[in-house]
């Protein structure tokens, strides 16, 4: 019951999409304990970004925060991958490190959050799934949910910066994107991979 209703809401999401891009990819049911999966890894990895997140900035402030932002989100995502046994990461619209920049079609699924998000979705229950083929002709499991943009997040994503955020940013990050975010803004997305056999 429960994973009939999942496959269909899977569907009307894929439909819903496959107008914006050309090539529609339909899940299969093979692909739903990726689903469940998935949700729990970018649920743990928000968590785990978040806890180091205010320590930090507790401690020492939004500085050591993005000294935390810059030195622990990778490997917070990478450990999370290695245990989960799959590829986790964060990307969107506007980026700070190029390292997340969205591939395409992590590109069209943010594009088609932002759409569902002026229809009046709200933002924090956005996601998306498919199996695609990759680059290589892989079968690949793709997921991605949104993440909103909270108060917390403002001192270094938001319109105003103080000025040491200013300057650690223009340091650690030179073509900086990801700033000018009001509250509940799209941020961007957790993005998970997962070959298929
Ligand atoms: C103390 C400063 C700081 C705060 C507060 C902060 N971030 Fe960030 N954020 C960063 C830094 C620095 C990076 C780049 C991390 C890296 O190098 O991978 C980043 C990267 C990101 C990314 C990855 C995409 C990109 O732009 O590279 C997302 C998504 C993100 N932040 C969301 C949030 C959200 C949501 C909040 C609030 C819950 C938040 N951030 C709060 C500093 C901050």
Same mark, same amino acid.
């Given at each position: ?11 009307? $999401?894929?439909?819903?999409?496959? !107008?914006?891009? +050309? ?7 093979? #692909?739903?304990?990726? /689903? ?6 970018? !649920? +743990? ?8 997140? +205010?320590?930090?900035? !507790? ?14 989100? *990778? +490997? %917070? ?17 506007? %980026? ?12 069209? /699924?943010?594009? !088609? ?8 979705? *709200? ?6 799934? #498919? ?35 200013? #300057? ?23 993005? %998970?991979?997962?070959? $298929?056999?």
């Amino acid at each position: 019951m429960k994973s009939a209703l999942m496959l269909t809401l899977g569907a009307v $999401l894929v439909a819903g999409t496959a !107008q914006a891009r +050309q090539e529609p990819a339909v899940p299969s049911p093979g #692909a739903l304990p990726e /689903v469940k999966a998935s949700r729990a890894a970018a !649920q +743990q990895f928000g968590s785990a970004l978040k806890e180091a997140l +205010q320590q930090a900035m !507790q401690n020492g402030g939004p500085v050591s925060g993005i000294a935390v932002c810059h030195d622990k989100a *990778a +490997q %917070i995502a990478t450990d999370l991958s290695q245990k989960q046994d799959l590829l986790l990461g964060r990307t969107s619209l506007k %980026i700070r490190n190029p390292a997340n920049a969205p591939d395409n079609w992590e590109l069209a /699924v943010l594009k !088609q959050f932002e759409a569902r998000k002026t229809q009046g979705e *709200a933002v924090d229950k956005l996601e998306f799934f #498919a199996v695609i083929d990759d680059d290589q002709g892989q079968k690949t499991f793709r997921y991605m949910k949104a993440i909103p943009t909270a108060a917390l997040c403002l001192s270094c994503h938001g319109e105003t910066l103080s000025p040491e955020v200013t #300057a650690k940013l223009k340091e650690l990050y030179p073509n900086d994107q990801a700033r000018g975010f009001k509250e509940g803004d799209l941020r961007g997305a957790f993005t %998970i991979a997962k070959p $298929l056999p």
